[in-house]
């Protein structure tokens, strides 16, 4: 069993601040990809949190990539459905969400 801290909470507890290092490295990394400034500053909780949506995202892609090589998708049907308007003017929300989420992973860590 782990020790508490001086404030009363357990070692692997989240902190609001960086344990180690400088919060503007924690940043960069969180920039590059979201949670590893988290992880890096010893938030292993929120770390994976803000990785949670990255991953899911990642993890999508990878399906699709899949799909159209192994050709469960039809690769024209799928560029057709993708350059749509209605699709893209989807994607373009999507990627300003995307946006606000990077900044935040960012601002966190």
């Not at 902190?15 to 979201?34: K, Q």
């Not at 699709?87 to 966190?108: E, K, M």
Request: net charge neutral; aromatic share 4%.
């Amino acid at each position: 069993m782990t020790e508490p801290t001086a404030a009363g909470q357990p070692p692997d507890a989240d902190d609001a601040t960086p344990r180690r290092g400088s919060a503007l490295f924690a940043a960069l990394l969180s920039a590059l990809i979201p949670g590893l400034g988290q992880l890096w500053a010893g938030s292993r909780r929120r770390a994976l949190v803000v990785a949670a949506p990255f991953l899911a995202l990642v993890a999508g892609l990878a399906i699709v990539a899949i799909a159209l090589a192994t050709r469960t998708l039809d690769a024209a049907a799928t560029l057709a459905f993708v350059l749509h308007p209605s699709t893209l003017a989807g994607l373009l929300v999507l990627d300003g969400i995307l946006l606000a989420y990077r900044l935040v992973a960012i601002v966190d860590a």
